[in-house]
């Protein structure tokens, strides 16, 4: 079986801390978070300022864009100027331009329509990206959207042999899978050893338990609670929550296969990452990227 592991003191990369255990990030954090709600409930929308940008290797300009809640979301809304690209977006790109499996060549992106997508395409090798088009199509089927012929794939039944690529990155995606263990258990079965998975979802590390919002049964949806929507690429109208994952999510995470899992804080005003600045604490999520290595 995998663990979490703890990368040692003075291995923390560029604005991201790499966590080793569900005590050390809840320590953590709660020495954070008395600094991090005065700055982030004094951080206006539209005032620039300037921070380094890891996908453009240099320090620009950072903006806020305006809110579309009742608070700003800093975790997807501090932009860089230059690229466009969040916080989210950066620490993730951060986190695979520093890992060896991101250059080998054999890379699933579970995005095909984005500019994301087209970032990464340009700056890594053999980038396979997909999209989950429509449950009428078969994983690894070709589907058409927006004019242009895009791979269909279900994270939960991926249409990759056992051990066959070098790494794979889903963005706040995992919380919309039904099942979301047997996502990972997917993402587990087709990398090769040595190969890593990066990820974001959406981490509710106040909370000490994972809540079930929707779940698939006998073929039918039951919602446990008010159904939530995030915003959806493919569709205006927004795609399901089925879950958000709470404390206990590091130990299932680990519980996966033998890999080595490490969750990355990123929380930097140098690099404009931030929580997602949820006024209740219970609710905030921290910007988290998470890093699997299986192991050989």
């Known amino acids: 079986m995998g663990g979490w592991k703890s990368r040692g003191k003075g291995q923390d990369e560029m604005g991201i801390q790499w966590i080793g255990s569900k005590a050390e990030f809840r320590r953590i954090t709660n020495n954070l978070i008395p600094v991090v709600e005065p700055l982030e409930a004094n951080l ?4 620039p300022f300037r921070g380094f940008c890891s996908i453009c290797n240099s320090w620009e300009p950072f903006t806020i864009s305006p809110a579309t809640t009742d608070w700003i979301n800093l975790r ?3 932009q860089c100027n230059r690229c466009g690209f969040s916080g989210r977006h950066r620490a993730s790109y951060q986190a695979m331009a520093a890992s060896p499996a991101w250059q080998m060549g054999a890379t699933l992106v579970m995005e095909a329509v984005t500019n994301y997508y087209d970032l990464l395409s340009s700056r890594f090798p053999g980038i396979i990206g997909t999209e989950y088009l429509s449950a009428d199509l078969s994983p690894g089927q070709m589907g058409e959207f927006g004019g242009q012929m895009i791979r269909h794939e279900d994270m939960m039944n991926l249409s990759f042999d056992t051990g066959t690529l070098d790494a794979i990155y889903h963005g706040d995606v995992l919380e919309h899978i039904p099942d979301m263990v047997k996502g990972l258990q997917e993402c587990y079965r087709v990398l090769k050893p040595g190969g890593e998975l990066i990820f974001t979802v ?6 000490e338990s994972t809540l079930i ?12 609670h008010p159904p939530a929507y995030h915003g959806n690429p493919l569709s205006n109208e927004g795609v399901l929550v089925f879950s958000e994952p709470g404390l206990d999510f590091l130990d299932l995470l680990s519980s996966v296969g033998n890999w080595s899992a490490y ?3 990123a929380h930097s005003v140098l690099h404009g990452y931030f929580s997602d600045n949820h006024p209740r604490r219970i609710s905030r999520c921290f910007n988290v990227v998470f890093r699997c290595h299986k192991n050989v």
């Open 76 to 78: 997807n809304r501090v």
């Open 263 to 265: 969750a990355g804080l």
């Open 44 to 47: 206006k929308a539209d005032t």
């Open 202 to 207: 959406p981490f509710y590390s106040e909370r």
């Open 213 to 224: 919002r929707a779940e698939i049964i006998d073929g039918k949806r039951i919602d446990r």
